[in-house]
């Protein structure tokens, strides 16, 4: 009993530090968003503003492309959530449901490829990007981050906790493959859909590495970039980029909260659950 | 409707294991037959053969006058009931029961039609609008009987449809599809690991072992004439006793078991026994043949006494448990018999209805 109780003390006293620990720069960023440029070089310094402040949010909003580089995050990041998904869903359901030669060795292959950092492929990838004239657009943007392999590997999981009776039924009665795949399948795994959905959305929606190869126009920028540019040589201006920050955590925070409940419920039936 | 056939079937996982090795079957139209056997004896991938869930290695299975070996399972107008009710659980029961038709294309009326007429047979008309979570598991499968019936198809599949069910329900189930076959005859392949649904529901059983057809026959034909040693001993609950003997002839045809018992052959049994004399034999006696002595005895039935192991009252019979030669043996004796555990009782073993099997072949003689 004693034991028990010792323990529950010390995971929450560890969870409580963690969670902090991730917590407070969030909140640093969000309180230095609403200070004025004084406050935030001043020292000592102070964590909450003492004259809470629009102006570093009218900054950013009207006098910079702020918005233009928004609405482009936007687009790219929905785009390939939508391709993720559908293709992180197709690709599960084959490795989980049927039989073909090879799979394993094909699986593995797929699994592998994903230990492979970005910066290593980074160069023939842009060179192909290069050579189809697809740099400086949508495209380019958003081809690369239309497969996941993380998202294939989650969904097969998911997929096969889906009883083989049930496509088997779906046969006898007279449904196609694809019919399977749009009113079964994606019915039954919509959870884990949901989950890699989030996941493929903060990706994209935080991807700065592969926008800073395929864009140079100010017109193309995402939010990361955008933020970036603000990091000027001399001066570096902290509240617009906080005000910018926080602005670009909205939209996936949204996310997260309207999914929440789908997500946490992907992982339990993914089998990758601790 | 239709009958199957299939013909020197075979099939193969991987190149190597040989799952069902060259049956032959004929399930005559609106005939109810049971394939029943122990896991890993077939039964379950021959059923999925005929539905064309599993590829057939050789051979092949037709489906009244149509050869259905490389045939769709949807175009194979069948129905199929799984074990664990395959219901989609996002659906309601009137569009799990309608998904079989809807995808057939038929006409709202009809597909409405249709599923009420079934609902009613089986009693879940009030249960329509539910999601199969909010259904006990006997609703469940008759949700899924449902499903099959709706479609009116050639051949009805049943892959161990009660397994998931507690004792008594599955009592009932087993009743209502015997029931249901006698109001609509169909074609009906059911396969069970459990030899009294297999018994209680079919017209013919087919007992499988190790990927072979020991015996196809009634249910009391298998029972009381088995034509192997397998068959004997699967069939009947509690499972048929066996004692190795030998048959010798001192003036009689007789069998002594191996702690020296000699029990007479019956004088019926003589001509059919008398050329195994001096093989390796083995005598097979089922518990309700091994009884309490009666008052008057009858020829053929013999005297033998053994320690009680274990006694079971069973309300309207008691089984009794014990040991000769070594081996377990149960007789049934009647519920007001009187007998405690370790007790030296006496029983008697009518040899009429004895078997006679030899060990070489494994067949009954």
């Given amino acids: ?156 999981q998911v997929i096969m906790g889906i009883p083989d009776e049930l496509l088997e039924a779906a046969r006898i009665d007279g449904a196609s493959e694809f019919w399977i795949y749009l009113r079964i399948i994606l019915n039954l795994s919509k959870n884990g859909l949901m989950a890699i959905g989030v996941f493929a959305f903060t990706q994209a929606w935080a991807n700065f590495m592969w926008p800073l190869v395929v864009v140079s126009t100010g017109d193309m920028y995402t939010t990361e970039l955008g933020l970036a540019v603000y990091q000027r040589a001399f001066y570096t201006e902290y509240g617009p980029i906080a005000a910018g920050a926080v602005i670009s955590i909205v939209p996936m925070l949204i996310v997260f909260v309207a999914l929440r409940r789908h997500i946490m419920a992907g992982i339990a039936t993914s089998g990758m659950k601790g | 409707m239709a009958g199957v056939s299939i013909r020197k079937v075979v099939k193969v996982y991987e190149g190597k294991f040989q799952a069902v090795k060259a049956i032959d079957l004929e399930v005559a139209e609106d005939e109810f037959v049971v394939l029943v056997g122990p896991s890993g004896c077939g039964k379950s991938t021959t059923l999925r053969m005929v539905a064309g869930l599993e590829e057939i290695s050789a051979g092949e299975i037709w489906i009244g006058d149509k050869l259905v070996n490389d045939v769709l399972p949807r175009e194979r107008d069948i129905a199929m009931v799984f074990q664990n009710y395959a219901l989609y659980p996002h659906m309601s029961v009137y569009d799990n029961m309608a998904f079989g038709l809807q995808q057939r294309k038929y006409p709202r009326e009809e597909i409405q039609k249709r599923v009420q007429h079934a609902a009613g047979i089986l009693d879940i008309t009030a249960l329509l609008d539910r999601k199969p979570k909010a259904l006990s598991g006997g609703q469940r499968q ?32 087993r009743t209502e599809i015997k029931k249901l076959h006698q109001t609509i005859a169909t074609t009906t392949l ?176």
């Avoid at chain 1, 790219?76 to 869903?89: E, G, K, L, R």
């Avoid at chain 1, 699986?107 to 592998?112: E, N, W």
């Avoid at chain 2, 008759?142 to 009592?171: C, H, Q, T, W, Y």
């Fill in chain 2, 142 to 173: 008759r949700v899924a009987m449902g499903r099959a019936i709706v479609r009116n198809p050639k051949v009805f599949l049943f892959d161990e449809p009660l397994s998931n069910l507690d004792a008594k329900l599955r009592v009932q189930m």
């Fill in chain 1, 1 to 156: 009993m004693f034991r028990e109780r010792s323990v529950r003390i010390a995971a929450w006293i560890s969870c409580s530090f963690l969670a902090l620990f991730t917590v407070v720069p969030v909140l640093w960023i969000v309180a230095t968003a609403f200070k004025t440029a004084a406050e935030i070089n001043a020292w000592p310094p102070t964590f909450l503003p003492s004259a809470p402040t629009w102006a570093n949010f009218d900054e950013i909003i009207y006098h910079t492309e702020f918005p233009r580089y928004i609405l482009n995050t936007i687009l790219v990041s929905t785009v390939s959530t939508v391709c993720i998904m559908i293709t992180s869903s197709i690709a599960g359901f084959v490795f989980a449901k049927y039989k073909f030669p090879f799979r394993g060795l094909i699986f593995m292959v797929l699994l592998a490829s994903a230990t492979i950092p970005l910066e290593a492929y980074m160069i023939p990838v842009y060179i192909m990007v290069f050579k189809l004239k697809m740099l400086n657009t949508f495209a380019a943007l958003i081809l690369p981050l239309t497969i996941m392999t993380f998202g294939v590997f989650f969904m097969r």
């Fill in chain 2, 190 to 365: 059911y396969v069970t690991h459990d030899q009294v649904e297999a018994m209680t529901l079919a017209d013919r059983v087919v007992v499988m072992n190790a990927g072979r057809i020991e015996q196809v026959g009634a249910p009391q034909e298998l029972y009381h004439h088995p034509a192997t040693r397998f068959v004997a001993g699967f069939i009947g609950s509690p499972a048929m006793n066996f004692l190795p003997v030998d048959l010798y002839d001192d003036g009689g045809l007789k069998l002594r078991l191996a702690d020296g018992i000699v029990l007479p052959v019956p004088a019926a049994r003589v001509d059919r026994y008398g050329p195994y004399k001096g093989k390796a034999m083995t005598l097979g006696l089922r518990p309700e043949n091994l009884t309490e002595i009666h008052d008057v005895e009858r020829p053929g039935v013999t005297r033998i006494e053994a320690p009680i192991d274990v006694v079971e009252p069973m309300g309207s019979e008691i089984l009794l448990h014990f040991f000769i030669d070594g081996k377990p043996l149960c007789a049934r004796i009647a519920p007001d018999c009187v007998v405690t555990h370790g007790e030296r009782f006496a029983l008697a073993a009518d040899l009429n209805q004895m078997h006679l099997i030899d060990d070489e072949s494994g067949r009954v003689v």
